[in-house]
């Protein structure tokens, strides 16, 4: 079985805990989940590390239960938006001998990244959608470069109305040429602004 | 560069399912949304139309909740620049 650190899940034990404040839990919470993560490395025989990334509601945690859950890895299940802590927990995973693995969500589109975010109990600003989606894929981007001989794998996540039985299905894409991947993930960066456009809400 | 699907996750994955749940009652949430002609109200799914136009944000916002009462669903109000003003849960 994985080892998983969530900083959501963390969340659901702070006292006075509230989902539709989860906002104001969010520094402790992930406080809390990079001191379990230095633990995990320092104290368990797991060798390899995931480290996850991707924006808010983009299917992270539903792909981590779904494919990495009964592997004997250790998760870091966070949006690794933030370049210097995304480098910081390889740089220690590294330090510990182990093997890092990033695994990146992408939602197949923003606007169902965006239902699923806003209607779900745990209740982030607007703002957090809109940074956490455009700074993890710069972030990956920076990782990529700066760190060719980690693995990614990046993952779509989409949501069918139409397909009987689950209707979250997940795609996968390996980085098996470096440089096409870099050039893959070049294209594929969006700001702040192009992400509100890309929900259609604003061009009416 | 081409993606390969992953076999479906289990139906009984609880986790994918409040994802799925989230994501349908989503999609049947109306957004107020504001451009130059006015407000206009539509349905979170319905992305191919602007919507139905209204010349004040009051009686889009009226309209949209009668909608969304029905639909056991949420008002999103966006302002003019795009940014998020309110959400006015009916649950």
Known sequence: MAYIISSDDIKEGLPDYDPSRAEVFHEESTRLADKAYEDALRNRSEDTVVIMSGGSASGKSEYVSAYLSSKQVIVYDGTSSKLTRATTKIEKALKYKKNVEIHAVWPADFATAFEAFFSRDR??????????????????????REYPDIPITIIK???????????????????????DFIEFLQKNQYNEEQIKHAQGLYDV | ??????????????QVQEYVNAVEKGRNSYFVVQNGKGW?????????????????????????????????????????????????SED
Do not use: C, W
Not at chain 1, 157 to 179: C, H, V
Not at chain 2, 1 to 14: D, H, Q
């Open chain 2, 1 to 14: 560069m081409t993606f390969k699907t992953l076999p479906s996750p289990a139906k009984s994955n609880k």
């Open chain 2, 40 to 88: 206009y109200v539509r349905k979170a799914s319905v992305r191919t139309s602007p919507g139905k136009l209204f010349p004040t944000k009051s009686a889009a916002i009226s309209n949209a909740q009668a909608r969304a009462v029905r639909r056991n669903s949420k008002v999103l109000v966006f302002d003019r620049d795009g940014s998020f003003h309110s959400s006015l």
């Open chain 1, 157 to 179: 996540s989409s949501y069918n109305p139409k397909k009987k039985g689950q209707k979250m299905e997940f795609r996968i894409l390996t980085d098996k040429n470096k440089d």
């Open chain 1, 123 to 144: 209740q982030f600003s607007l703002k957090h959608f809109y940074r956490t989606h455009s700074d993890s894929r710069s972030s990956l981007l920076r990782i990529a």
